[in-house]
């Protein structure tokens, strides 16, 4: 185990930070807190997407969650989840930066709420007011390469196109489409978010090149999360492992491994 | 008395107030959670400073688990 570790241990940058994982999860779903903590730690992803949501007076069990989080001392990615204009999102964000202590923020503009596609115009003008007060804005956004374009225009320099629909755990619809996102911004970090259902979805993102996964029914939702975090982590690390070895071409005809040259019992007939 | 609206619900405070003062007379906690103002951020460096009116609507946000 540890061999193989050394051997495939990479760093990247996103977000000014230097990291080893390219698995990012989420906190959401899991069947208990102490399940949620352990399959966190399963996966060593080294993010991990939080929410802000209502608080009653006198209630504390936002700080119960958040010490949870804090014990673990891996980079936290609060979310906008549930916005539908750029103003909410805006709002949003400027709150979970004051209580979580970070000027990154996963921006999330819904614009459906049967597929909770992303809306990618009051998600484009969020992310311009974000970034100009200093955020690192991480957009969740479609697999549109003309959205990403715009993005990128207004200073992104992390894109999230779904696979599929959040929670739907289809895995990737359009992978062409994500292929097109990664040739056109090489420079830019580039992160598969939503629709992830199984390992192998991961694995698939990762092998497009693509810098990273976030994902979190697939984990907190299978019948053992912690198994699956442990799954989704080396899932992800292979994906990467293939994506920079350089996949072979397909071809359209068979064509055999085994040298032909001595085929025993070949004959040559006249 | 003037009516308020809190996390969506309403709500009678004793009078016109700063951010401080509501949060106390509601019962919050002190930190762990931040303030919106008829859909605009209010800092905390700021509550002394801002005041709820008539009709006022605030969220108040804490940290919950999220995808």
Redesign the interface.
Known sequence: MTKHLEQTTDTWEIGGKILTSRLLI?????PSPAN?EDAIKESEAQIV???????????????N??NI?KALNIHVL??T?GCHSA??AI??A???R???GTNWIKLEVIGDQYNLQPDPFETVKAAEVLIKEGFEVFPYTTDDLVVAKRLADVGCKVIMPWGSM??SGKGLMNPDNLVAIRKQFPELKLIVDAGIGKPSHATQAMELGYDGVLL??AIALAQDPVKMANAFKYAVEAGRLGYESGTMQAREFASPSTPTIGTPFWHQFK | MIEVIV??IRTEISSEMNVKEIIKE????QK?????LN???V??STYDTTIIYDNDSI?????????
Do not use: C, D
Request: glycine share 16%; hydrophobic share 45%.
């Open positions: 989420g906190s959401a779903l899991y949620m997407t939080v929410a802000l949501r209502r608080q009653a007076a006198g209630e504390n069990a936002g700080g969650f958040w989080i609060p979310n989840a103003k909410e709002t949003t400027q709150m979970a004051e209580v979580f959040i929670g979190n029914s | 996390n969506g509601l019962k919050y906690k762990g959670f931040a303030l919106a859909g605009t951020f800092a905390v969220e108040i946000l804490a940290p919950v688990q999220g995808g």
